[in-house]
């Protein structure tokens, strides 16, 4: 893809949370129900943490779907995915050498290539003429590992040890010793995430 500006939103939240409430709860080690607002708080809070383009984790967790839009492609410029993992593509959209929007058949005209790390889309001949403006492309795909089952464990664990840690440190800082997030999540998520050199 070449370095052009583009604008990604994320259209299909997942369908389920990291983590359970009760799982949370049995994490923190509370056997009551008054905190379990605050807890279901703590865990959405670390799942915008960890999940996604953007969280420690560079990557989509539970299946969700993204739209890029951004200007036009031409002759066999690669288009790369964003978001991984990558899953599929939904729809791929443009707007002609006459401003009208057409549909791509993906299917017979274009390389999709996906995986853990990395995804591409790529015209087999060339990309069809497309108008000159900044959304004359809109791409909608599937990105993530799958249901909550297929994250990867040390993720999940790292969700819980935010929460537990957050559940017990009400501030940011309580005094010198207390790490806003405990280091050992950081070790959990640099197995997956995007970017690091695995041995």
């Not at 790369?80 to 959209?93: A, E, H």
């Not at 249901?147 to 990867?152: D, E, F, M, R, Y």
Request: with cysteine; glycine share 8%; net charge negative.
């Amino acid at each position: 893809m070449t370095n052009v500006d583009f604008t990604l939103t994320r259209t299909t939240a997942p369908a389920s949370a990291l983590i359970s409430t009760a799982d949370a709860k049995a994490h923190c080690r509370v056997d009551h129900d008054d905190d379990d607002t605050f807890i279901d708080g703590l865990v959405s809070a670390a799942q915008r943490v960890l999940d996604g383009p953007q969280g420690m984790v560079g990557k989509a967790l539970v299946t969700q779907s993204w739209t890029l839009t951004r200007e036009r492609l031409m002759g066999r410029d690669r288009l790369q995915i964003p978001v991984m993992p990558f899953g599929s593509v939904t729809t791929l959209r443009y707007y002609d050498a006459d401003n009208v929007e057409q549909t791509a058949n993906v299917a017979n005209d274009y390389t999709v290539f996906g995986n853990e790390d990395y995804g591409y889309i790529e015209p087999v001949t060339a990309w069809p003429a497309m108008y000159d403006r900044p959304d004359a492309l809109e791409l909608v795909f599937v990105a993530g590992y799958g249901g909550l089952s297929a994250v990867p464990a040390n993720i999940i664990h790292a969700a819980k040890m935010m929460v537990g840690h957050w559940y017990e440190n009400r501030e940011a800082v309580v005094d010198y010793s207390v790490n806003n997030v405990p280091i050992a999540v950081h070790d959990l998520v640099n197995i997956d995430r995007i970017g690091w050199v695995k041995g």
